[in-house]
C-alpha cells in the first residue's frame, strides 16, 4: 500500500430493481488514494467485482465536475457526504480516514422510487418543471443586450436560485423529503426577471400543484436543504414561493 | 373561482400558511397569558392576579376569543396531524444513518413530539384551572372564585411541579424553532429583517419559558404566597 493510501468498510445500499427490497452489504476496499474522488473509488470497486464475476454496484453519474447533479449518493447520513458546497464527483477520499467505515444509500423518498442500488428515478423534478418551469415565447434572435433593464441585484438572485442543478439533496436530506427547495429555486429564476413575469400566477400554481401531485413531503423549515444543497440555494427562495403562491391565489 | 380556493385550502403551502398563522395567533395568546401570570409577582396576596382572572373569566371579548383560541389550537393541531402523515408518507423507507444534527437544530426536527408532550401537558392545565374556572362560571360563583388561592394549591405538589416545568421546557423549544418559522412561511423573509426575526424568537422562546416557569417555582419555593 502506497504511502498515504486507506484501506475503508464500505456498506452499500444493493437494490435489485423497484419490485424487490434491498439491503446493505459491505465491501472491504484497499489501497484507495487520497487524491480519488468518491466516484474514482465507486469505479475501482466495481471494477473489481466485474473482475470476480459480481455484478457491478449500479450509481448516477456524469459530468463529474459538479455541474450535471447527477451523482445521488447519500453517504454517512448526508446527501453528497460530508462536505459542503459539493456533489459526490467533488468529494475527495482525503475526506475520510484510514479505517473509517462509509455507508451509503440512495435517495430516499416516495416520489424518487429506487430503480436499482443507488439509482433513483428523479423523474418527478421534471415533471414539476414541465408544469411551468420556462417561459412560453417564441424568442427569436438574441435581443441587444439592456434592451429590457433589469436591476443587479434581482438578476444576480436569479442567477443564484439558477445555479440549481436539481440534484434532489434537498428532497434527500429534508426529514420531510419536501421538494420546496428545488421547486422555490425554479420558480425564483423566473420570477425575478420581467420576462418571467408574464406567467408568474400560472406557473407557480401549476407547479405547486405538481409538486404535490408527486407526492413530495411539506418544508418545516428546518433549514437541512439549505445546509446540504451543493451549490447554496438559500431558503429565501422558499419564502418567496410562498409569497408568489399566496399572491396568485389571491389574484386568481 | 370556488374550485381555486379549494385548491389553495388543500395544497401543501395552503396548510402551511394554516400552521404558521394559527401558531402566530396561538403566540399571541401566550403573550397574555405569560402577562397575566407575572402579576402574581405584584406581591400583594394575588389581588392584582385575582382582577386579571377575573377580568379573563367575565369579559365578553375575552369570552368569545376564548372560543376562537380553541378553534386556533384545534386547527392547528389537525392541520400538524394531516402534515405529519403525509410527510411519513413521502419517505416510506428510512436511511440506516442519517445525520441530521449535521444541517439542523433537533427541536426543529422534533415538532411533532413538542407539540404531543404540549398537548399533553395542556389537558392536565386545563384540569387544573380551566376547569374549576368554567365551573363556577356556570356555577354562578365566578365572583367568589378565588384562582390564586387554586394555583398556590396546586403548585404545592412537587410532581406538579415537575410537570409544568417539562411542558414549559417543551413550549420554549416549540417556539425557538415556531416563531422564525412562521415567518418563513408566511413568505416573509429579506436578508436585512430575518436575522432579527430569528433573534427576536430565541429571546421570546427563553423570555416565555422563564416567566412560565417562575410561577411554579416561586410558589413551591413559598417566594409568593
Same mark, same amino acid.
Given at each position: 500500500?502506497?504511502?498515504?493510501?486507506?484501506?475503508?468498510?464500505?456498506?452499500?445500499?444493493?437494490?435489485?430493481?423497484?419490485?424487490?427490497?434491498?439491503?446493505?452489504?459491505?465491501?472491504?476496499?484497499?489501497?484507495i488514494?487520497?487524491d480519488?474522488? =468518491?466516484?474514482?473509488? %465507486?469505479?475501482?470497486?466495481?471494477?473489481?467485482?466485474?473482475?470476480?464475476g459480481?455484478?457491478?454496484?449500479?450509481?448516477d453519474h456524469?459530468?463529474?465536475?459538479?455541474?450535471?447533479?447527477?451523482?445521488?449518493?447519500? *453517504?454517512?447520513?448526508?446527501?453528497?457526504?460530508p462536505?459542503?458546497g459539493?456533489?459526490?464527483?467533488?468529494?475527495?477520499?482525503?475526506?475520510f480516514?484510514?479505517?473509517?467505515?462509509?455507508?451509503?444509500?440512495?435517495?430516499?423518498?416516495a @416520489?424518487?422510487?429506487?430503480?436499482?442500488d443507488?439509482?433513483?428515478?428523479?423523474?418527478?423534478?421534471?415533471?414539476?418543471?414541465?408544469?411551468?418551469? =420556462? *417561459?412560453?415565447?417564441?424568442?427569436?434572435?438574441?435581443?441587444? @443586450?439592456?434592451?429590457?433593464?433589469?436591476?443587479?441585484p434581482?438578476?444576480?438572485?436569479? =442567477?443564484?436560485?439558477?445555479?440549481?442543478?436539481?440534484?434532489?439533496?434537498?428532497?434527500?436530506t429534508?426529514?420531510?423529503?419536501s421538494?420546496?427547495?428545488?421547486?422555490?429555486?425554479?420558480?425564483?429564476?423566473?420570477?425575478?426577471?420581467?420576462?418571467?413575469?408574464?406567467?408568474?400566477?400560472?406557473?407557480?400554481?401549476?407547479?405547486? @400543484?405538481?409538486?404535490?401531485?408527486e $407526492?413530495?413531503g411539506n418544508?418545516?423549515?428546518?433549514?437541512?436543504?439549505?445546509?446540504?444543497?451543493?451549490?447554496?440555494?438559500?431558503?429565501?427562495?422558499?419564502?418567496?414561493?410562498n409569497?408568489?403562491? =399566496?399572491?396568485?391565489?389571491?389574484?386568481? | 373561482?370556488s374550485?381555486?380556493?379549494?385548491?389553495?385550502?388543500?395544497?401543501s403551502?395552503?396548510?402551511? &400558511?394554516?400552521?404558521?398563522l394559527?401558531?402566530?395567533?396561538? *403566540?399571541?395568546?401566550l403573550?397574555?397569558?405569560?402577562?397575566l401570570?407575572?402579576?402574581?409577582?405584584?406581591?400583594?396576596? $394575588?389581588?392584582?392576579?385575582?382582577?386579571?382572572?377575573? %377580568?379573563?373569566?367575565?369579559?365578553p371579548?375575552?369570552?368569545?376569543?376564548?372560543?376562537v383560541?380553541?378553534?386556533?389550537?384545534?386547527?392547528?393541531?389537525v392541520?400538524?396531524?394531516v402534515?405529519?402523515?403525509?410527510?411519513q408518507?413521502?419517505?416510506?423507507?428510512?436511511?440506516?444513518?442519517?445525520?441530521?444534527?449535521?444541517?439542523?437544530?433537533?427541536?426543529?426536527?422534533?415538532?411533532?413530539? &413538542?407539540?404531543?408532550?404540549?398537548?399533553m401537558?395542556?389537558v392536565?392545565?386545563?384540569?387544573h384551572?380551566?376547569?374549576?374556572t368554567?365551573?363556577a362560571?356556570?356555577?354562578?360563583?365566578?365572583?367568589?372564585?378565588?384562582?390564586?388561592?387554586?394555583?398556590?394549591?396546586?403548585?404545592?405538589?412537587?410532581?406538579?411541579?415537575?410537570?409544568?416545568? &417539562?411542558?414549559?421546557?417543551?413550549?420554549g423549544?416549540?417556539?425557538?424553532?415556531?416563531?422564525?418559522?412562521?415567518?418563513q412561511?408566511?413568505?416573509?423573509?429579506?436578508?436585512?429583517?430575518?436575522?432579527?426575526?430569528?433573534?427576536?424568537?430565541?429571546?421570546?422562546?427563553?423570555?416565555?419559558?422563564?416567566?412560565?416557569?417562575?410561577?411554579?417555582?416561586?410558589?413551591?419555593?413559598?417566594?409568593?404566597?
Open positions: 500500500m502506497s504511502h498515504g493510501n486507506m484501506n475503508l468498510t464500505l456498506k452499500i445500499w444493493r437494490q435489485k430493481n423497484d419490485k424487490e427490497t434491498g439491503k446493505l452489504v459491505t465491501y472491504p476496499v484497499k489501497d488514494s487520497p480519488m474522488s =468518491f466516484l474514482e473509488m %465507486f469505479d475501482v470497486l466495481n471494477e473489481e467485482l466485474i473482475n470476480k459480481e455484478e457491478p454496484i449500479a450509481f456524469d459530468c463529474r465536475e459538479g455541474i450535471c447533479g447527477m451523482c445521488s449518493m447519500f *453517504i454517512n447520513g448526508r446527501p453528497h457526504g462536505k459542503r459539493v456533489t459526490t464527483c467533488q468529494l475527495h477520499m482525503r475526506s480516514k484510514n479505517g473509517d467505515t462509509i455507508v451509503v444509500e440512495p435517495w430516499r423518498a @416520489a424518487f422510487p429506487v430503480i436499482k443507488l439509482t433513483v428515478d428523479r423523474s418527478a423534478f421534471d415533471r414539476i418543471i414541465a408544469k411551468g418551469g =420556462f *417561459i412560453s415565447v417564441n424568442t427569436g434572435n438574441a435581443q441587444d @443586450a439592456n434592451n429590457i433593464p433589469i436591476p443587479k434581482d438578476a444576480d438572485a436569479s =442567477f443564484e436560485a439558477a445555479a440549481c442543478i436539481g440534484c434532489g439533496a434537498c428532497v434527500a429534508c426529514k420531510n423529503s421538494a420546496m427547495l428545488f421547486v422555490s429555486a425554479k420558480i425564483s429564476q423566473l420570477a425575478l426577471l420581467p420576462q418571467g413575469r408574464v406567467e408568474a400566477t400560472t406557473r407557480v400554481k401549476n407547479m405547486v @400543484a405538481q409538486m404535490d401531485e $407526492g413530495f418544508c418545516t423549515n428546518t433549514g437541512a436543504c439549505e445546509i446540504e444543497c451543493p451549490k447554496g440555494i438559500s431558503l429565501e427562495n422558499i419564502a418567496r414561493m409569497r408568489e403562491y =399566496f399572491v396568485a391565489n389571491i389574484k386568481s | 373561482m374550485n381555486s380556493s379549494a385548491n389553495f385550502i388543500q395544497s403551502l395552503g396548510k402551511k &400558511l394554516l400552521m404558521g394559527t401558531g402566530l395567533f396561538l *403566540i399571541s395568546f403573550v397574555v397569558h405569560a402577562t401570570n407575572s402579576f402574581i409577582f405584584a406581591m400583594d396576596g $394575588g389581588d392584582l392576579f385575582n382582577q386579571g382572572a377575573h %377580568f379573563m373569566a367575565t369579559n371579548i375575552i369570552r368569545i376569543m376564548e372560543i383560541l380553541f378553534i386556533g389550537i384545534i386547527l392547528h393541531i392541520q400538524a396531524l402534515l405529519t402523515l403525509k410527510n408518507k413521502a419517505r416510506p423507507v428510512k436511511y440506516a444513518v442519517n445525520d441530521g444534527k449535521a444541517n439542523s437544530k433537533w427541536y426543529s426536527r422534533s415538532m411533532g413530539i &413538542l407539540g404531543s408532550l404540549l398537548l401537558f395542556l392536565i392545565h386545563l384540569s384551572f380551566w376547569v374549576g368554567k365551573a362560571q356556570f356555577g354562578g360563583t365566578i365572583d367568589e372564585h378565588n384562582t390564586y388561592i387554586e394555583i398556590i394549591e396546586v403548585f404545592h405538589n412537587p410532581l406538579i411541579v415537575l410537570v409544568y416545568l &417539562l411542558g414549559v421546557i417543551s413550549l423549544y416549540h417556539l425557538a424553532h415556531g416563531f422564525q418559522s412562521s415567518f412561511t408566511l413568505g416573509l423573509n429579506h436578508p436585512k429583517y430575518t436575522p432579527l426575526v430569528k433573534l427576536a424568537g430565541l429571546w421570546f422562546s427563553i423570555l416565555i419559558t422563564i416567566v412560565f416557569a417562575a410561577m411554579p417555582i416561586s410558589v413551591y419555593f413559598g417566594i409568593v404566597k
